[in-house]
C-alpha cells in the first residue's frame, strides 16, 4: 500500500457549501398545514414515480437513475399536517408570505441583489420525497457576501423551497415515506466555492448558521440545517456531498473526501503509467457465469443462489490487473467504490479479480471465470456480480459507465454524508434538464417598498447578539456562545421564564453536559424539548435536586427509561424533606463518630463523600454541605465545652 501525504493546498481543495435551513413559520410553504412532525398517521396511499422530459425535451440523469431503482412509494399523512396540496390531489396555494419575508431579510442581511420578480420552479425528483415528482423552488437573490474573520466569502444564489418528505423505510422494494415534512418552507444558500482548511470550512458554516439564527425567524435542533457540500481538488470533477448536519461531521467528511478523491486520482495516475491505451478496454466481454458459480461452495454465492431469479455475470476489464484492489489511502480503492455503487439496485457487493480466490471462491473457479472471459494476459482483470436477473443487468451497466470514469480520476457524482465523517455513493450529478417553471402559481413582483419595510428585521451583528445573550441572563461569553451554538436557546429561555432555577445552571447543563454525554455514544435525539422541560419543572417544584438532572439525561439518553418520571424511579432520587435530610445525616454523623473526634473539621470531606453516596441525587449537594458543616460545629463545640 502507497500512502501519500497531502495536505489541502498542495492539491487545491475548493468547497462551497449550500446551507439548507428550515424556517420557523406557521404554515407550511404552498399550503395552511401546521409544519411540525407527527408520531402517528392516519393515511397511506401508493405511487410510482416516472421520469418526465424537461421544456427542452431532455430527460435528467438522476431521474433515470431513480427510476431504474424499481421502488414502489408509500406515502403516511396525518390530518393535522398534510393536506390534498402535499398528496398532489390539490394545487398549491399561493406563497407563504411569512416565508418569503424570511427569505428576503437573508438576501439584504448578505448585501444579495433580490430579484424584481420571482417564478416559481419545478425541480424534477422522483426518489419518492416529493409525491408529484419534482420540488418546488424559487429565486430570491443572487450575489452578496458573507464576512467570516478577516476573508468575505461571495454568494452565489438564495432560493426558497418546500422541504421534501420523511424517509421512514426502504426495504429494497418499497420505500415509505412520511408527509409530515413535506412542504416546510427552506432557504437554501449558495456560497461560493473557496480554497482553504477543512477547519476554516467548518467556521464559515458556523458563522452562516449562526446570521440565520440570530434572525430568530429559524427552526433549531436536530436535522432543521443541513448542509450539501461540493468537494473538488486540481484536475478532478465536482463531487457534491449532500445530508451534513453537524460541524464536527462536515469537517470530517471534507477531510475523508479529499483523501478519496486524491486517491482516485492516484488510481487514475498509476493505471495510465503501468498500461499503454491499447491494452486498456472496459466491458468489452460479458459473460453469463451462474453455471459456474452454482458449483461453488462459498456460503455468500449459496447465499444468493437462495433466491429465484438470481444469475451471476462476469466483466472482463483489460489492464486492470492490480488496479481495482490498489489503496493509495487507506480503503480507498475502485473495489469499494463499485460495491458502494451496485448497493443502490440492492446488491451486496461484488467480487474482483484483485481479490480472489477469497470469500470461499476457489482458485479452480477463478481459472474457469477466466477462461469463460479469453483472459489470457496477466494485465487483466474480471468482476462477478450477482443478484436479481433484472438489477444485474442495470449494475453491470453502471460498473461498465463507472469504471471508464475511473480513467480520468475523480467522476462527478452526489454521495451521501455518513454519521461516521464518510461518504457513500448515492446517484449522478443532476443537470439543468431537472429545471421547468411551475404553472400553478403566478409570479411574484418584489419592490423596493417590501425591501424598505424589511430592513429594520435584519439580524445584529454576531457579537451584539452574544453581547444581549449575555447581559440579559447574566452568563459569561463563553457560555452564552455555547448556549447560542446549541439547539436548546429556546427551551433555556422557556425554562428561565417559567422557573427560578439560575440561568448559569440551566445553560451549563444543557450544553456542557449533554455534549458530555453526546461524546459517550449516547443518542441525543432522545432529548425533545418537552423532556427537557418537564425535568427542569421537576428540580423547580422540588421533585428532585440539581444533582440527578445529568443522571436523568443519561437514563433518557441511553433509552434505558422513556420518560422522566420512569428514570426517576429507577434512579430512586426523589427528593427528601429537610426534615428527613437531617435524621440522615444525624445517622451518619452518629456512625462516623470516632473519625469525627480523631479529625474534627477535617472530617469534613469524608462525611460529605459519604453523604452523597447514601443520599444520591435525593437533596441538593450544597444544602447537603451546609447542613453537615453546621452540624458538625456544634458537635465540636459541644465536645469542647465539656471537656472545659
Not at 416529493?130 to 438564495?158: E, H, K, P, W
Not at 495516475?269 to 458449483?295: N, S
Not at 444469475?311 to 476489464?317: M, N, S
Not at 426517576?568 to 462516623?592: F, H
Amino acid at each position: 500500500m502507497v500512502v501519500v501525504a497531502t495536505d489541502p493546498t498542495s492539491i487545491n481543495l475548493k468547497v462551497g457549501f449550500e446551507i439548507h435551513q428550515q424556517l420557523a413559520t406557521k404554515s407550511k410553504l404552498f399550503c395552511n398545514c401546521r409544519c411540525k412532525e407527527v408520531e402517528k398517521y392516519g393515511l397511506t396511499f401508493i405511487r410510482r414515480l416516472r421520469p418526465t422530459r424537461s421544456e427542452l425535451g431532455v430527460y435528467d440523469n438522476t431521474a433515470i437513475f431513480e427510476f431504474k431503482k424499481m421502488r414502489t412509494i408509500k406515502y403516511h399523512s396525518a390530518p393535522d399536517a398534510s393536506c390534498l396540496v402535499e398528496a398532489d390531489e390539490e394545487p398549491p396555494h399561493q406563497v407563504n408570505r411569512e416565508a418569503l419575508e424570511a427569505a428576503l431579510v437573508f438576501s439584504l442581511a448578505l448585501c444579495s441583489k433580490v430579484a424584481d420578480e420571482m417564478h416559481v420552479m419545478r425541480k424534477i425528483v422522483i426518489d419518492g420525497s416529493n409525491t408529484s415528482g419534482f420540488q418546488r423552488t424559487m429565486l430570491v437573490a443572487t450575489g452578496g457576501y458573507l464576512d467570516v474573520n478577516s476573508r468575505r466569502i461571495g454568494v452565489q444564489t438564495i432560493c426558497l423551497e418546500e422541504d421534501a418528505a420523511k424517509l421512514i423505510s426502504d426495504d429494497g422494494t418499497i420505500r415509505e415515506y412520511g408527509l409530515d415534512r413535506l412542504g416546510v418552507p427552506l432557504v437554501e444558500i449558495a456560497l461560493e466555492p473557496i480554497k482553504g482548511e477543512p477547519e476554516e470550512m467548518k467556521q464559515i458554516a458556523l458563522t452562516l448558521g449562526r446570521l440565520l439564527r440570530a434572525s430568530k425567524r429559524v427552526v433549531r435542533g436536530l436535522g432543521s440545517i443541513r448542509q450539501d457540500v461540493n468537494i473538488s481538488i486540481d484536475n478532478g470533477a465536482i463531487v457534491e456531498v449532500k445530508g451534513v448536519q453537524q460541524l464536527d461531521q462536515l469537517t470530517k467528511v471534507i477531510k475523508y473526501e479529499m483523501l478519496r478523491q486524491h486517491g482516485l486520482l492516484l488510481i487514475s495516475q498509476k493505471l495510465k503509467h503501468d498500461r499503454k491505451p491499447e491494452e486498456i478496454a472496459i466491458g468489452d466481454r460479458i459473460e453469463d457465469v451462474t453455471d459456474i458459480m452454482k458449483k461453488s461452495s462459498s456460503k455468500i454465492i449459496k447465499t444468493l443462489f437462495a433466491e429465484n431469479d438470481n444469475l451471476f455475470k462476469a466483466i472482463r476489464i483489460k489492464g486492470f490487473d492490480g488496479i481495482l484492489g490498489f489503496e493509495p489511502y487507506p480503503d480507498i480503492r475502485i473495489g469499494k467504490q463499485l460495491s458502494e455503487l451496485v448497493g443502490f439496485y440492492d446488491i451486496g457487493g461484488i467480487f474482483h479479480s484483485d481479490e480472489l480466490p477469497n470469500y470461499g471462491i476457489t482458485k479452480d473457479e477463478v481459472d474457469t471465470v477466466k477462461k469463460r472471459l479469453e483472459i489470457v494476459t496477466n494485465n487483466d482483470a474480471f468482476i462477478i456480480i450477482g443478484g436479481h436477473n433484472d438489477k444485474v443487468k442495470l449494475a453491470v451497466e453502471s460498473i461498465i459507465q463507472r469504471l471508464k470514469a475511473s480513467l480520468n480520476g475523480v467522476p462527478a457524482e452526489t454521495r451521501s454524508a455518513t454519521l461516521e465523517g464518510k461518504t457513500i455513493y448515492s446517484r449522478p450529478r443532476p443537470g439543468a434538464a431537472r429545471m421547468y417553471p411551475e404553472t400553478d402559481i403566478s409570479p411574484i413582483p418584489i419592490n423596493k417598498s417590501i425591501l424598505d419595510s424589511l430592513a429594520n428585521n435584519v439580524p445584529a451583528s454576531w457579537n451584539d447578539v452574544i453581547d444581549t445573550l449575555s447581559k440579559k441572563f447574566n452568563l459569561n461569553k463563553k457560555l452564552a456562545v455555547q448556549i447560542f451554538d446549541s439547539d436548546y436557546l429556546d427551551i433555556f429561555q422557556e425554562i428561565v421564564k417559567s422557573t427560578k432555577i439560575q440561568p448559569t445552571f440551566i445553560a451549563s447543563k444543557l450544553t456542557e453536559d449533554i455534549v458530555g454525554l453526546k461524546r459517550r455514544g449516547l443518542d441525543i435525539t432522545t432529548l425533545n424539548n418537552d423532556i427537557i422541560f418537564d425535568i427542569f419543572k421537576k428540580l423547580d417544584a422540588g421533585i428532585i435536586a440539581k444533582e440527578s438532572i445529568t443522571w436523568i439525561f443519561e437514563k433518557l439518553m441511553k433509552k434505558e427509561s422513556k420518560t422522566p418520571d420512569e428514570a426517576i424511579a429507577v434512579l430512586g432520587i426523589t427528593q427528601i424533606s429537610d426534615q428527613e435530610l437531617q435524621i440522615k445525616i444525624d445517622d451518619i454523623l452518629r456512625e462516623n463518630m470516632s473519625i469525627i473526634v480523631d479529625k474534627k473539621m477535617g472530617a469534613l470531606g469524608m462525611l460529605m463523600g459519604r453523604s452523597m453516596d447514601i443520599l444520591r441525587g435525593k437533596a441538593d449537594g450544597q444544602k447537603i454541605n451546609s447542613m453537615i458543616k453546621v452540624k458538625l460545629e456544634e458537635i465540636l463545640k459541644s465536645d469542647i465545652t465539656t471537656e472545659e
